[in-house]
């Protein structure tokens, strides 16, 4: 199994509301990544969670809490949102922490597309 | 981080190689070139890497200069499916960590 497993596919969340985007893994990889990507920009690192500690915080505002229960999951918990929050939302895991150096590559969700009204 | 620089764009005819430059000159020594895509609307998905030597998988080769400071990427027969974002990334033990995307070339493989 080398998938990442994003859900929900699509979500349309007023902004009042509080939703949260799941991804899954069941690779034993370590570390896992959430990235957020507008159209036709290339997709824009928010956090590194390795060995299920926030390990990266890319400056990403407090609307957006990320969770890792375990080393299977991720969550990214949204509350307050803004329309320009709106875009395509990655998921990524990798067998170790990208810093190692050790030539190993990302494995990609397809992504959840949130459009914030 | 190393930085890459990408022509924006490229076409290439179906069926013919599709040959993607890259450029890293600051490379440092522990660092690997790596090779992602992404097709529209779906994620990005990883192709090749390497450190020094040539590599080939059953997706694509690359070919690293021998000063590291270029490198190329080739589909060897490109298909219409072939159509998408290259990105071009490197990252190694120097780096912060960070699977940073650059503006990437968009290939328009054409009939």
């Known amino acids: 199994d080398t998938e990442v497993t994003q859900t929900p596919k699509h979500l349309v969340m007023g902004m009042t509301n509080k939703k949260s985007l799941k991804c899954e893994q069941h690779?034993?990889?370590?570390?896992m990544y959430w990235y957020k990507q507008k159209a036709k920009k290339p997709p824009e690192l928010m956090f590194v969670?390795?060995?299920?500690?926030?390990?990266i915080n890319e400056s990403v505002p407090s609307r957006f809490s990320p969770e890792c229960p375990n080393s299977s999951l991720l969550n990214l918990h949204l509350h307050a949102l803004q329309p320009e929050d709106s875009a395509l939302y990655l998921c990524?895991?990798?067998?170790?922490?990208?810093?190692?150096?050790?030539?190993?590559?990302?494995?990609f969700g397809q992504g959840t597309r949130l459009t914030v009204v | 981080d190393a930085k890459t620089t990408q022509p924006p764009s490229m076409d290439c005819a179906e069926g013919r190689a599709a040959n993607l430059p890259c450029n890293h000159s600051?490379?440092?020594?522990?660092?690997?070139v790596y090779w992602y895509r992404q097709i529209h609307s779906q994620g990005p998905q990883y192709i090749i890497h390497?450190?020094?030597n040539n590599e080939t998988n059953e997706m694509a080769s690359l070919i690293i200069t021998e000063d590291r400071k270029s490198s190329t990427l080739i589909l060897p027969h490109a298909t219409l499916r072939d159509t998408a974002v290259y990105y071009c990334?490197?990252?190694?033990?120097?780096?912060?960590?960070?699977?940073?995307f650059g503006q990437g070339t968009t290939l328009q493989v054409k009939p």
């Open positions: 990524a895991s990798s067998q170790i922490w990208l810093n190692r150096g050790q030539g190993t590559e990302a494995f």
């Open positions: 690779m034993g990889h370590r570390a």
């Open positions: 969670y390795s060995y299920e500690k926030l390990s």
């Open positions: 600051t490379i440092s020594g522990n660092e690997y």
């Open positions: 390497g450190l020094k």
């Open positions: 990334i490197v990252y190694g033990s120097s780096n912060t960590g960070k699977l940073i």
